[in-house]
């Protein structure tokens, strides 16, 4: 692999920390970047925590460490700090690659699902009594009231700032979550729909297969389209050939 300046890699993603993984194994010089809002497994190489400052700190922190190349591998729907990204390095002359893990829209059955634009369409689609809700933290809470009189089921890595209304349950887990486990827990909690992003990979995706299995509805939230200017890459391995070039 060709040597050259220094990579920002913008992660909170297992792609983003494989790739520093691989990076630090080729003695490449990086930095990851987290937003710190979770506990991160072991990381490789250099760290740093914590927001930029808008894409004005983006620019200045760009251009004071002599960052050549950025690597965005935020999570798909990490939407503010991807648009930063972009805006920054334009900015400062910065090279862009995005590493976006492709959506769930081949998954067996993914034509027979609800799919919607945001958070507010999903909730009014809802048809079953009894949800498995798998947004995210700082959605969760976007489905109440619509969905205050059924029974929802909330599964999150880290817990909601606010309590759930009455009725709901708080499931804090982390993935990756496998099929016998999905099985199980539709049928505990007899779930009737479940409510995903369209975040895309392996590790969370046994929960559409099993919601087939139990003849739940299935409602999507899409993702929003993405800056088509720059060069976007869906695996470790391309966003590192991406880099090579
Ligand atoms: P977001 O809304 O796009 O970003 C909000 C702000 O958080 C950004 O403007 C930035 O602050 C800071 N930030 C986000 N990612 C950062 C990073 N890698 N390094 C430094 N600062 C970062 O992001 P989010 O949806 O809250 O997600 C936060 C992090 O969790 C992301 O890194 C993402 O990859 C990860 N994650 C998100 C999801 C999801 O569903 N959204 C799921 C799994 C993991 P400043 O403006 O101050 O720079």
Known sequence: MAQGGSILILGGTTEGRELASRLHSAGRDFVLSLAGRTEEPLTVGTVRTGGFGGVEGLTRYLRSNRIETVVDATHPFAVTMSRNATLACREAGVALIRLDRPGWESHPGADTWDWVDDHQQAAAAVRGSRVLLTVGRLHTLDYSPTLDDRFVLARVTEPPDRALPRGWQLLVSRGPFNLDGERSLFREHRIDCLV??????????????AAAEAGAQVVVVRRSATDARARTTSTVDEALAALAD
């Open 196 to 209: 995903t992003k369209d975040s895309g990979g392996a590790q969370t995706a046994a929960k559409l297969t």
